[in-house]
């Protein structure tokens, strides 16, 4: 069972070039969504969808853009990096909406780094 | 605004040894919470969810408690082994339903 894939697992970029990260699920899961980890911050929510077509901010959207076009993937696209967006990427995906009481799939991450 | 705050950030014990990890959030209007571990360089992996009508969820080793009222959730890990080294985190569902509200995460350590 392949569950949620990220791609790519590292990237380096320079500040002010664009980017998309990848994220497909192969579970026919209908809610997704983008988390970034930082040192002493936790994991905070970019991005999410309930389904395909809707998306909708979560606690720090600024910079990052996402669409839902089919159920499997929900990339998310850096506009124009900053050095303040290095971090660990982390996708998840579940069933329904975290009020349903479905436990969330985790990606492995995409480490990146923006010089 | 929900804050999930887990106390201590780091905790090292002797293998054997009961783990009792910590979880208090500000806002006791949640759907659920769970427990999830991470392994350095990996992604988050589900433990136990809690609904918010019950008192405790169990999975072999491991034992979640949740007190809404007073806004506590206690993973309980009986006879730690190494392979049980890992950063274990809490989240919360808040009120709106459509996001999880993480804690910092506590890092463990066990010692053969």
């Known amino acids: 069972n392949a569950g949620v894939t990220q791609t790519p697992k590292f990237q380096v970029l320079k500040t002010g070039q664009s980017m998309t990260l990848q994220c497909a699920q192969d579970m026919n899961h209908e809610y997704m969504s983008w988390y970034r980890q930082d040192p002493g911050m936790g994991l905070r929510l970019i991005h999410y969808?309930?389904?395909?077509?809707?998306?909708d901010q979560g606690e720090v959207p600024n910079g990052y853009n996402v669409s839902r076009s089919t159920t499997e993937d929900f990339p998310l696209r850096l506009l124009s990096a900053a050095p303040s967006q290095t971090s660990v990427y982390f996708c998840?995906?579940?069933?329904?909406?975290?009020?349903?009481?479905?436990?969330?799939?985790f990606g492995d991450g995409t480490r990146l780094s923006i010089l | 605004k929900q804050e999930v705050t887990q106390i201590p950030a780091a905790l090292s014990v002797p293998e054997g040894e009961n783990l009792v990890l910590n979880c208090s959030f500000t806002d006791s209007a949640i759907y659920n919470l769970q427990w999830f571990r991470q392994d350095p360089g990996k992604g988050l992996t589900s433990l136990l969810l809690i609904q918010s009508s019950q008192r405790e969820q169990t999975s072999g080793r491991l034992n979640a408690s949740l007190d809404k009222s007073s806004g506590r959730s206690t993973l309980y890990i009986a006879a730690s082994q190494p392979g049980d080294s890992a950063t274990y985190l809490c989240?919360?569902?808040?009120?709106?339903?459509?996001?999880?509200?993480f804690g910092g995460g506590t890092r463990v350590l066990v010692k053969p």
């Open positions: 989240a919360v569902t808040e009120a709106a339903g459509n996001k999880l509200t």
């Open positions: 969808s309930v389904g395909a077509g809707i998306t």
């Open positions: 998840a995906s579940s069933y329904a909406p975290p009020r349903d009481n479905q436990p969330q799939h």
